[in-house]
T-cell receptor
């Protein structure tokens, strides 16, 4: 069966460190993968998109990698800050899916001062 | 409007009652999605509208759930004869029609069935 797994339900790190979140998938051939941030009581907000033919994408302190051989995406936040505390969701769309996203359950990141 | 608007933000209803949840997408966005998010769970796809095409209803959990989108804009999700297991946050998202476009979500409607 098709699965998207975000390996950690929760991740606690110290301010200034790099947070690394993992998204693994099985039985999908994703055309692209997206990462979203969700704060309590709010809807998810788009952060980054990476396509199947791209290895890495960066945006300010954020970096996403995509390894279609390992079937894995890694999401990094460098120089983390308490304001980065939120739940991060990965989502993917398969070819032929008309761009409909399937979401992982998310990883709750807490950055301690 | 500037974002996706959902109403009401909170709804408490008695078991067995019908509820209607509203979503007002971003103007010009042709695709509209409904998802459900239960405590500690991921986003569960419910239904998808694209332009004038027939909606993809494959995620609706039972025939008590229905949705419509009038004039290619506002959408209403209706739950008939609500059950306690329907309690969740219902999220609406819209996007332009291109495949890889990102979703813009509303803040959701928190439904509590008592």
């Amino acid at each position: 069966s098709q699965k998207i797994e975000q390996n950690s339900e929760a991740l606690n790190i110290q301010e200034g460190k790099t947070a690394t979140l993992t998204c693994n998938y099985t039985n999908y051939s994703p055309a692209y993968l997206q990462w979203y941030r969700q704060d309590p009581g709010r809807g998810p907000v788009f952060l980054l998109l990476i396509r199947e033919n791209e290895k890495e994408k960066r945006k300010e302190r954020l970096k996403v990698t995509f390894d279609t051989t390992l079937k894995q995406s890694l999401f990094h936040i460098t120089a983390s800050q308490p304001a980065d505390s939120a739940t991060y969701l990965c989502a993917l769309a398969s070819e032929g899916s008309q761009g409909n996203l399937i979401f992982g359950k998310g990883t709750k990141l807490s950055v301690k001062p | 409007g500037a974002g996706v608007s959902q109403s009401p933000s909170n709804k408490v209803t008695e078991k067995g009652k019908d509820v209607e949840l509203r979503c007002d997408p971003i103007s010009g966005h042709t695709a509209l999605y409904w998802y459900r998010q239960s405590l500690g769970q991921g986003l569960e796809f419910l239904i998808y509208f694209q332009g004038n095409s027939a909606p993809d209803k494959s995620g609706l959990p039972s025939d008590r759930f229905s949705a419509e989108r009038t004039g290619g804009s506002v959408s209403t999700l209706t739950i008939q004869r609500t059950q306690q297991e329907d309690s969740a946050v219902y999220l609406c998202a819209s996007k332009f029609g291109a495949l890889s476009d990102s979703y813009t979500f509303g803040s959701g409607t928190r439904l509590t069935v008592v």
